[in-house]
């Protein structure tokens, strides 16, 4: 007799399984609200990347050339792989500066 009460108590009951789901339910919700804005911080970082390689090739580029360059020549030159998606570098008519302005065009630009 002993034995039956012993199997009989052994395992979980239906409350103690409840309680368990509810507190993982709750821990998954904790979980995906503080991980919703890291998406907005990796793209902010990206922008900063992309317009730190756009000076760095602008100031390769005039280390070589005497002059700043527009975005083709960056490219053209060697100097950055491919046009930014984000930002367009303009250098003034003199060639002696540059500004790198943000685009409006899509896709939607994160760093504006």
Do not use: H
């Amino acid at each position: 007799m002993r034995a039956q009460n012993e199997t009989a108590e052994a395992g979980f009951t239906l409350i103690e399984l409840l309680v368990v789901i509810v507190i993982l339910g709750v821990l998954s919700a904790i979980v995906v609200f503080s991980v919703r804005g890291i998406n907005d911080k990796g793209q902010g970082s990206a922008c900063k990347t992309d317009k730190s390689t756009i000076q760095t090739a602008e100031e390769a580029y005039f280390a070589t050339n005497n002059a700043y360059g527009d975005m083709d020549k960056l490219v053209s030159g060697g100097f950055l792989s491919s046009p930014s998606v984000w930002y367009v570098a303009t250098p003034n008519a003199a060639g002696t500066s540059y500004d790198i302005t943000a685009k409006a065009a899509p896709p939607a630009n994160p760093c504006s």
